[in-house]
C-alpha cells in the first residue's frame, strides 16, 4: 500500500509565502507522475502544478511565477513552494501520485491522493 503525508498548510497573510511537502511511502516501483491540486469551497477540485517522470512541469495559469514545484527522487517526496500569496489561493491543498507499485498479482499502476492539508491566505 502508499500512503502520501502532507504537510506545511497554515494561515499567512496577502504576499505571504508557504511550503507544501507531500512524502510518499510503499512499496512503489517508480513513479509516473505527482502533482499538486486544490479544492476551494463550493468549487471542483483543480491542477495546481504537476511533473512528469520526465521531470517536465505544468502550473496552472493563475500560479504561474508564483508557485513552484520541485521534489526530491531519493524519499519520493514533493514540495510546493507558493510565493505572493493572495485570498484567491486559499484551499485544501492535495498531492498526488501516479505510481508503479506492488500488487498481489503483479506489478501495477496505482494513483494515490494525500489527506489535504489547507492553506488559508487572510489579513
Known amino acids: 500500500q502508499v500512503q502520501l503525508v502532507e504537510s506545511g498548510g497554515g494561515v499567512v497573510q496577502p504576499g505571504g509565502s508557504l511550503r507544501l511537502s507531500c512524502a510518499a511511502s510503499g512499496s512503489i516501483r517508480s513513479i509516473a507522475g505527482m502533482g499538486w491540486y486544490r479544492q476551494a469551497p463550493g468549487k471542483q477540485r483543480e491542477l495546481v502544478a504537476t511533473?512528469?517522470?520526465?521531470?517536465?512541469?505544468n502550473y496552472a495559469d493563475s500560479v504561474k511565477g508564483r508557485f513552484t514545484f520541485s521534489r526530491v527522487n531519493t524519499n519520493n517526496t514533493m514540495y510546493l513552494q507558493m510565493n505572493s500569496l493572495n485570498a484567491e489561493d486559499t484551499a485544501v491543498y492535495y498531492c498526488?501520485?501516479?505510481?508503479?507499485?506492488?500488487?498481489?498479482?503483479?506489478?501495477?499502476?496505482?494513483?494515490?491522493w494525500g489527506q489535504g492539508t489547507q492553506v488559508t491566505v487572510s489579513s
Open positions: 498526488n501520485l501516479k505510481a508503479l507499485v506492488d500488487g498481489f498479482w503483479g506489478p501495477r499502476l496505482g494513483d494515490y
Open positions: 511533473a512528469s517522470s520526465g521531470g517536465g512541469t
